[in-house]
């Protein structure tokens, strides 16, 4: 064979090579929308922030529960990939507006807010967890014609799932109060270099001097005979 002769893809093969190779940008787009559309609601570039990552393991998740089952990670799978972002950060989302609100309006600090946030919302956040985990079931299992195409989509949503339910109920808050106090001012901090010093005639350790002049009330009783 002549040394000129390139092999290529070509037609549906060449399609997926290049779909793959737009899946990380894909996956960045979605989460920059993302942080824009959050950053709006909450009039804030912290707390977007605190709901972006929990991202991080319904991937993981996701990842973990194609490797386990021998799966590819295909374009059927980054479906399910997308999917996991809005549950996901939909756990985070619920957690964090109950929180701000508790802050505004009973001026909770933000650790005693946060708390009060993941007891109160735990319920909510399990019941759809457990939905959209179930939901997906079937597609794992594989039923009717066509079950391994949707097999991916079904599994990347579960692991996902199950990841996240187990590590952002105990990183959210973890995340939630250490971004606060970045956002806040340290106590103290305006203040700092504003103490008084010693008034006229006192010394350091508060002893008038010899020769100052002494109080006011003092002096009012110094006529006073005996």
Known sequence: MPTNVRGSFQGTALSAQRSQGQLLLLIIAAIVVIYIVLGILYESLVH?????TTLPSAGVGAVLALLLFDMQFTVIALIGVFLLIGIVKKNAIM???FALEAERARSLSAQQAVREACLLRFRPILMTTLAAAL?????????GQGAPLRQPLGVAIIG???ASQLLTLLTTPVVYVLLD???RPAPGEHGRGTAPGPGPGMAA???WRHGSALPAHNTSHSGRGG
């Open 160 to 162: 996902g799932l199950l």
């Open 181 to 183: 106090k970045l956002r």
């Open 95 to 97: 957690v964090i507006d």
């Open 205 to 207: 350790d508060g002893a």
């Open 135 to 143: 939901g997906a079931l079937p597609l794992a299992i594989g039923f």
């Open 48 to 52: 977007p922030i605190t709901v972006l």
